[in-house]
């Protein structure tokens, strides 16, 4: 029955049918076919999506939303420029040091990538930066955006695992700052080789003016963080204080959005919930699937036949992480690999919440993989390039990125104080 479920979720994939339709259709027709009464699927998929915990999907994915739509990217980007726009290439930097900040806001990737993207690239055509790669390192640096805290992924796992969401928002701040400086150390290197130019000069008093400007939004991730590790309120009620401020801040500090501009991102955003909480919920059916026909289990001994020695089996680990990542969005990734990967690490003595940090660090690299690669279809959609010339110019940070994996896999410390 496994081998019917997996030949026809590819032959759904190849036919080009919705992830959240594929992953269902497949599950309903094989466990129609071993005779298992259809009402345990809608049972498992409301199951799926009865938690607490993801009421903050949707207002996390609103709130980023908000910020990206107004002043907030923009005044953000204008304050990384005045810290590191003078240094050579510092646009590059400050391309990665904005997707950073952002990420802090919004939760989301493709929310990070549009942000810092519209915000940054006129000024880098002006400067004369190379266009395909100045776009590639603005769709790498939204990868932070579901690395840094929050995070809707992390969120995501936390519920499949059944681990602390405030937990793994706690480990992702270490790995969050190793992408952003990898991608610097590689955007300097680049920037040397093409000789651009320096761009701000070093001003105390410009850094003042635009933090200043910039202090609204880059309190959210202080209010957000702070209300969290300091137990003042849950997660999911932080996503909620996330909404109502950003609002406060778009309609009457920055009045840069009105309520007809609200209405349109209250819309776009239901619209991309609806879609996560599908594939959420059929996922769950999938998983639930699985470990009923005790795939996780046969899977675990089966690598762990391969080899006795853990860093290898985590080098394979790794390896299907990615290899998901490139063919599956992140969301379905998360939801089909938690169940089948997670008791095969904690055999090895791998922490939960160490795991959560690995899978979803590797899946957010997918995020600039095609063909599923969100990342840089926004990247693509913002500055009017092919998808062809930004994949091309994409591989010197997809190296960065999955260096910095590695070292999150094998050097615990950078899953920050998770107990790792």
């Known amino acids: ?13 190849l036919l080009g049918v919705p992830i ?3 992953i269902g259709a497949s599950t309903l027709v094989a466990l129609n076919a071993q005779g298992v009464p259809l009402m345990v699927v809608t049972q498992q998929m409301f199951q799926g999506i009865n938690s607490f915990a993801l009421v903050a999907v949707p207002m996390f994915i609103l709130a980023g939303d908000l910020m990206a739509q107004g002043k907030v990217s923009e005044k953000l980007v204008d304050f990384a420029d005045s810290l590191f726009g003078f240094l050579k290439g510092g646009l590059s930097i400050v391309s990665v040091g904005a997707g950073m900040f952002f990420a802090a806001i919004s939760g989301s990737g493709a929310a990070t990538t549009a942000a810092v993207g519209s915000s ?6 002006k400067k004369g930066y190379e266009p395909a790669s100045a776009a590639s390192l603005i769709a790498a640096s939204g990868t932070i955006g579901v690395v840094i805290p929050p995070s809707v992924p992390m969120i995501i796992y ?8 405030s937990a793994l928002f706690l480990s992702g701040i270490l790995p969050g700052i190793a992408m952003g400086l990898g991608l610097s150390a590689i955007a ?11 761009g701000t000069a070093l001003s105390a008093a410009t850094i003042w003016r635009t933090f200043k400007s910039a202090s609204w939004g880059l309190m959210t991730p202080v209010i957000i963080l702070g209300g ?22 778009s309609l009457f500090v920055y009045r840069d959005l009105g309520l007809k501009d609200v ?40 690598v762990l036949s391969l080899s006795t020695n853990p860093l290898v089996i985590m080098l394979l680990v790794v390896a ?16 089909i690999l938690t169940p089948v990967l997670l008791p095969l690490v904690t055999q090895l003595g791998i922490d939960p919440i160490h795991f959560g940090l690995i899978i979803v660090v590797g899946l957010a690299i997918g995020m600039i993989t095609p063909p599923v690669a969100i990342n840089l279809y926004v990247a693509s959609s913002v500055t009017q390039l092919p998808l062809e010339r930004i994949t091309r110019a994409i591989l010197p940070y997809l190296l960065g990125l999955i260096a910095v994996l590695l070292l999150v896999v094998y050097v615990p410390i950078l899953a920050g104080w998770s107990g790792s």
């Open 1 to 13: 029955m496994t081998a019917l479920l997996l030949l026809l979720f590819l032959l759904f994939m």
């Open 188 to 198: 300097i290197v680049q920037a040397y080789r093409r000789n651009y130019p320096r």
């Open 120 to 125: 940054l690239v006129p000024e880098l055509r």
């Open 263 to 302: 209405y349109r991102i209250l819309i776009r955003s239901a619209i991309t919930t609806s879609v996560i909480m599908l594939v959420i919920a059929t996922s769950a059916v999938l998983s639930w699937t699985l470990s009923s026909w005790q795939v996780p289990g046969a899977i675990a001994q089966a």
């Open 20 to 22: 959240a339709l594929a």
């Open 320 to 335: 299907v992480i990615l290899l998901t990542g490139v063919f599956i969005e992140t969301a379905s990734a998360l939801i």
């Open 158 to 165: 936390a519920v499949i695992a059944q681990q602390s969401v």
């Open 228 to 249: 969290i590790f300091s137990g003042v309120f849950t997660p999911s009620e932080a996503a909620v204080i996330a909404v109502n401020y950003a609002l406060l801040v």
